[in-house]
């Protein structure tokens, strides 16, 4: 007798986490395994925001918060909007959430009703398709390619849409290719969805401050599509504060209350000593801080050095992702090859063979919604993704 709901016998666990797990075990039994399938930065959180959070600790801020958050973080939230991204928001239209992952969850359970679609460019990151699963919405996949730097045109977003669309969901950067929109790429897909009247967008900008393209660009500065953009973001990625757990949204008033009636009943709101030190981050000078230009440096040299690794490889198809810190490459080359021991059918069979072969984790691309690639995480030394190049190029030698 299954005593688990269909709900939950309908998800995929992620698969970050499943590679994640899987390493940890090789690890557990001796094996030196590099993991280069983890979603975080490998820096430590800036002492600066440790100490706000010590601060808050001392000061006693321990208790409750609105479950939509601290008043003075949602009107920092406002003002970085308005001064780094030209968009206007009052606090009340910013929603605190613990992670950007329940900022999408909140607004996808909020909008979405059984059988309407959500539209996802793929490659996506692995949580939208088994959130939009919870909401009873039906996927829509819009297939891109790596000669295009994995990134959908207008055309392609118009042919998606039915009379069943909802939600428009992306990210930029993105996860899993690091692809970066233009303004001017934004501008006309906004204005190819600004024709259909109840279409909203969903715009995961949570790797903002990781790009390598120059100024980082919002789907919601243009007017007339202002007011159906939900711009989620959050601290995990660009200030290293993974563990925080601190994402937030701003949406049009009424969303936001939707997710905050939501929320309340789910989690409430995020830690507070989590908030007040997300506050701290915030409100610094993104331009000038130390850290977060060390940070961008770092994973900036880590990708070209990368690249010129992967180069180096027969068979193995990259673009030049523009941020983030995931290169995805074609590995389709190696698909009906074996080491005579394991026959490479997909991605999902490569990454399995390199680990247990090299002990290198990698995340399937089917994973992302795109069977042909893998995920590469550089969000670890040159030193570790020398080591792990190297193991990979003798490991697919042997395939033949």
Same mark, same amino acid.
């Given at each position: ?39 975080? !930065?490998? #820096?430590?959180? !800036? ?5 706000? &959070? ?5 000061? *006693? ?19 970085? #909007? ?10 009340? /239209?910013?929603? %605190?959430?613990? +992670? ?5 969850? *909140? ?5 979405? *009703? ?11 990151? =692995? ?26 045109? !207008?055309?392609? =977003? ?11 969901? #992306? ?17 006309? %897909? ?48 660009? #200030? &290293? ?8 949204? &701003? ?25 007040? @030190? ?17 940070? /961008? ?25 523009? +941020? ?16 005579? $021991?394991?026959?490479? $059918? ?14 290198? @984790? ?25 080591? @792990? ?12």
């Amino acid at each position: 007798m299954n005593i688990l709901s269909d709900r939950v016998n309908n998800l995929s666990e992620s698969a970050t986490l499943e590679m994640t797990r899987l390493s940890r075990k090789l690890k557990a039994q001796g094996y030196d395994v590099i993991n280069l399938s983890i979603g975080e !930065p490998d #820096f430590n959180t !800036p002492n600066y925001i440790k100490e706000a &959070a010590k601060t808050a600790i001392d000061e *006693n801020h321990t208790h409750y918060t609105p479950v939509s958050g601290l008043i003075e973080l949602r009107k920092a939230i406002a003002n970085k #909007f308005k001064k780094e991204n030209n968009l206007d928001y009052n606090y009340e /239209q910013i929603v %605190i959430s613990n +992670g950007a992952k329940q900022s999408i969850a *909140n607004v996808i359970l909020s909008l979405v *009703n059984p059988g309407e679609e959500v539209i996802l460019p793929s490659p996506y990151w =692995v949580s939208y398709p088994e959130i939009t699963k919870l909401a009873q919405g039906k996927i829509v996949e819009i297939p891109t390619t790596i000669e295009n730097d994995f990134k959908v045109t !207008p055309e392609q =977003v118009e042919k998606a849409i039915t009379n069943k669309t909802k939600i428009f969901l #992306f990210s930029s950067p993105c996860n899993p290719t690091g692809s970066f929109y233009s303004k001017d790429e934004l501008k006309k %897909i906004a204005e190819v969805i600004s024709k259909h009247k109840n279409i909203f967008i969903i715009s995961d900008e949570i790797y903002e401050y990781i790009n390598f393209a120059g100024k980082h660009e919002s789907i919601a500065q243009f007017d007339f599509i202002k007011d159906k953009v939900i711009t989620v973001n959050g601290v995990s990625k660009g #200030f &290293a504060m993974t563990g925080w757990r601190i994402g937030y949204l &701003a949406a049009p008033v009424e969303i936001a209350e939707a997710c905050d009636t939501l929320q309340g009943q789910i989690t409430s709101g995020a830690s507070s000593i989590s908030q007040l @030190a997300a506050l701290t981050a915030i409100s610094s000078n993104t331009d000038t801080s130390n850290e977060l230009k060390e940070m /961008q440096k770092a994973f900036k040299e880590r990708r070209d050095f990368l690249i010129e690794l992967l180069k180096n490889i027969q068979g193995i198809k990259i673009n030049i992702p523009a +941020g983030a810190f995931y290169i995805f490459p074609d590995i389709s080359y190696y698909f009906g090859k074996s080491d005579g $021991k394991t026959i490479i $059918k997909n991605s999902t069979d490569l990454c399995l063979y390199l680990l247990n072969e090299v002990q290198v @984790a990698m995340v399937t691309g089917s994973a992302f919604g795109n069977p042909n690639c893998i995920r590469i995480s550089y969000a670890t030394s040159k030193a570790q993704l020398e080591k @792990a190049i190297k193991r990979i190029k003798e490991a697919l030698e042997k395939l033949i």
